[in-house]
């Protein structure tokens, strides 16, 4: 193998730049030549690619985003998108594929070896922490430290007000940030699509808050499970308080991401390039239990990914 490709797809994650900047230089410690394709998958059908070297990837270790661009392409799930993506690849003499993005991303990695035998490696990355075969995606530890850092902020307001915040965060089906950053933040209660929910049990819990002397409370609520206005205006109709909503957005995406997303990201990059070396294909590199591994991508896509239950029942003992 000689030279390799690398592309990020999906929604952005903070720690894909240093996951880029790991795959730019261990393939070129190893001897490799490398092409950075911008846009994701829309990039490679319009050949908006290019060389990378040492110098490409100086300083991006701690930027947030990611330096190639990313898209969510409809033409490449077409079989003439994917025709225009080989002949890139002929044309620029790529051997094998580093694609770091979520389910969606992989799909199409999956697509190019199954139709065209590629040799391909997913890398996870993604805020929502969904994927099956690590224990963390990349971008997840910083979007829940965003969301843990809305909540202090928050939390200053609620208590001097003494008011009740709904704060609804990202994770499309998911409810890991939710989860994660209620626990950290010391929410009140946390609506994730997992776990079903009941409206009168939160407003019940919001009133013996009161009663015990609580001056505000935090309601954390995954986009997957309701509408943080929603959720704020049933608190209010039900029990009249005044209830404010706050929807993070895409705020919780962006910033310099966490020691533990580049460190993560570092080891992940580099895992790649050292599966394409040796050959391998159709799998994704992930971290379990501390150790960097990989699975096979049809073990991966689609399968769905459980949140921890004993956090979640903590969550709830720890905010009473
Ligand atoms: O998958 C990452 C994510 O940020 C989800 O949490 C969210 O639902 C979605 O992307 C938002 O997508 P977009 O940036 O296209 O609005």
Redesign the pocket.
């Known amino acids: 193998m000689q030279r390799i490709g690398v592309l990020t797809s999906?929604?952005d994650?903070s720690g894909m730049n240093s996951c880029i900047r790991a795959v730019v230089r261990k393939a070129i410690y190893h001897g490799l030549e490398i092409i950075g394709i911008r846009r994701g998958y829309s990039g490679f059908i319009d050949a908006d690619m290019g060389p990378m070297n040492l110098g490409s990837v100086a300083d991006i270790i701690g930027r947030g985003g990611t330096v190639l661009h990313t898209a969510?392409s409809e033409r490449f799930m077409t079989k003439e998108g994917r025709a225009q993506v080989m002949e890139n690849v002929q044309r620029f003499g790529i051997q094998g594929l580093v694609v770091i993005g979520?389910d969606g991303s992989f799909t199409g990695a999956r697509l190019l070896h199954q139709e065209y035998g590629l040799p391909i490696i997913g890398v996870p990355g993604?805020?929502?922490n969904?994927i099956s075969g690590t224990d963390y995606t990349i971008g997840f530890d910083t979007a829940v430290n965003n969301v843990v850092d809305a909540i202090n902020k928050i939390r200053d307001t609620a208590t001097s007000h003494e008011r009740t915040f709904v704060i609804e965060v990202?994770?499309?089906n998911s409810g890991n940030?939710a989860l994660a950053a209620g626990l950290a933040g010391g929410a009140e209660s946390i609506i994730i699509p997992e776990i079903p929910f009941n409206i009168d049990d939160i407003c019940q819990k919001l009133l013996s808050g009161i009663k015990r002397g609580k001056l505000h409370s935090i309601i954390l609520v995954a986009?997957?499970a309701a509408s943080g206005l929603d959720i704020g205006k049933e608190i209010k109709q039900k029990i009249g308080f005044d209830t404010k909503v706050t929807i993070l957005g895409?705020l919780?995406?962006g910033g310099t991401p966490t020691s533990f997303d580049r460190i993560l990201a570092s080891r992940l990059g580099a895992k790649a390039v050292e599966l394409l070396m040796a050959g391998e294909t159709n799998k994704m590199v992930g971290i379990k239990a501390g150790e960097i591994l990989a699975t096979d991508l049809n073990d991966v896509i689609g399968k769905p990914v459980t949140i921890n239950k004993d956090m979640y029942d903590l969550a709830r003992i720890l905010s009473i």
């Open positions: 999906g929604g994650a969510r979520g993604t805020i929502d969904d990202m994770g499309r940030i986009e997957g895409h919780q995406r």
